[in-house]
T-cell receptor, first 113, second 115 residues
Framework: KQEVTQIPAALSVPEGENLVLNCSFT??????LQWFRQDPGKGLTSLLLIQSSQREQTSGRLNASLDKSSGRSTLYIAASQPGDSATYLCAVYYSGNTGKLIFGQGTTLQVKP | DGGITQSPKYLFRKEGQNVTLSCEQNLNHDAMYWYRQDPGQGLRLIYYSQIVNDFQKGDIAEGYSVSREKKESFPLTVTSAQKNPTAFYLC??????????????FGAGTRLSVL
């Protein structure tokens, strides 16, 4: 069964800290992996997308890595700010899935001033 | 201003009532999706449509119905057969192909509650 898991479910850090969010997936035959941000009661905003042929993608203070062999992706947030507080979801598009994304449960991040 | 518009933002359903959630996109995307999100959980796929006049069941389609008569619109009906409809519903659409394939763009969501 194709599953995506995110641990921990919640994380609290002081402002300025560098942090890593984890995402693991059970099937290495992925087409791409996407990281999203969700603010409370809002929709999802795409942060980064990594194609299966790529090892990492960067956008500003965010860096996402992909290791298909180990079934893992990480989202690195540098110099965290209170405005980074949100839920972060990873989602995997498996090859042959005709458009279906498989989502993890999300990690809720709180950055304290 | 391109994007995905979901309406209403909040919706209340009475016992035995069918309700319809609207999703409209002006991104010229072929594919559209409906997801359900329960507290503390990820998104689960209800229905998706790759092209007009065609749609497929997702993982939790029971108690829901959809139509895709126009490329821009993909309404979701929550029927009385759905016994636990209280959730946050998200609509998404995705680009047709190339390196941007399946980058999904989301609407702001509709929160459905049962009276």
């Amino acid at each position: 069964k194709q599953e995506v898991t995110q641990i921990p479910a919640a994380l609290s850090v002081p402002e300025g800290e560098n942090l890593v969010l984890n995402c693991s997936f059970t099937d290495s035959a992925i087409y791409n992996l996407q990281w999203f941000r969700q603010d409370p009661g809002k929709g999802l905003t795409s942060l980064l997308l990594i194609q299966s042929s790529q090892r990492e993608q960067t956008s500003g203070r965010l860096n996402a890595s992909l290791d298909k062999s180990s079934g893992r992706s990480t989202l690195y947030i540098a110099a965290s700010q209170p405005g980074d507080s949100a839920t972060y979801l990873c989602a995997v598009y498996y090859s042959g899935n005709t458009g279906k994304l498989i989502f993890g449960q999300g990690t809720t991040l709180q950055v304290k001033p | 201003d391109g994007g995905i518009t979901q309406s209403p933002k909040y919706l209340f359903r009475k016992e035995g009532q069918n309700v319809t959630l609207s999703c409209e996109q002006n991104l010229n995307h072929d594919a559209m999706y409906w997801y359900r999100q329960d507290p503390g959980q990820g998104l689960r796929l209800i229905y998706y449509s790759q092209i007009v006049n065609d749609f497929q069941k997702g993982d939790i389609a029971e108690g829901y119905s959809v139509s895709r008569e126009k490329k821009e619109s993909f309404p979701l009906t929550v029927t009385s057969a759905q016994k636990n409809p209280t959730a946050f519903y998200l609509c998404a659409s995705s680009s047709p192909g190339g390196m941007a394939k399946n980058i999904q763009y989301f609407g702001a969501g509709t929160r459905l509650s049962v009276l």
